[in-house]
């Protein structure tokens, strides 16, 4: 099982670690884009949900969603239609990747979600060569919206 706790200025150490990880720095470019994100996540990007994932205690990774309206996004026209959210995530410590967690942070992500009144639908888009997010995505019934490359999920 995992938790996902909101994010305070003291994980910011353990962030930026995970941030440049292999498999982690290969999805996240612009670390200092992120670093900045969650030094003004209580200002200027307050309107952006962070979270730390824990496993058993251990801050294992880190997860955020946002309502596309609050964002610069357009989500090739899934904005302007409204009730449309994102998301993003990441296991930072290595002995937890390919083990299903990425998966249950999605799930818990959607949960998250649709607690909000105006929720309609997930929308996400990483890499193609992204192959774990893709498949993590899939299993989680979210739908490859092929003509826009975006992955769909309505809730």
């Known amino acids: 099982m995992i938790e996902l706790r909101k994010m305070s200025m003291d994980d910011l150490s353990i962030f930026k670690k995970w941030l440049h990880e ?4 290969k999805w996240y ?17 307050n309107w952006i949900h962070h979270f730390i994932v824990e496993h058993e205690g251990k801050p294992i990774g880190f997860c955020q969603y946002y309502a596309c309206k609050d964002s610069d996004e357009l989500w090739e026209g899934y904005t302007e239609l409204g009730g449309s959210y994102s998301i993003d995530y990441m296991i930072g410590e290595n002995d937890y990747i390919h083990k299903g967690y990425g998966r249950q942070i999605v799930l818990d992500l959607v949960k998250k979600i649709t607690l909000h009144s105006d ?4 929308v996400v888009q990483p890499d193609e ?10 299993s989680c019934g979210f739908v490859l919206d092929t003509e826009k490359n975006i992955y769909v999920k309505e809730v």
Do not use: F, M, T
């Not at 929720?119 to 997930?122: C, E």
């Not at 060569?129 to 899939?138: I, W, Y």
């Open 129 to 138: 060569d992204n192959k774990a997010s893709c498949g993590v995505l899939l």
């Open 22 to 25: 292999p498999h982690v720095a």
């Open 119 to 122: 929720a309609k639908r997930i």
């Open 29 to 45: 470019e612009h670390p200092a884009d992120w670093i900045y994100e969650i030094e003004k996540q209580d200002s200027e990007y």
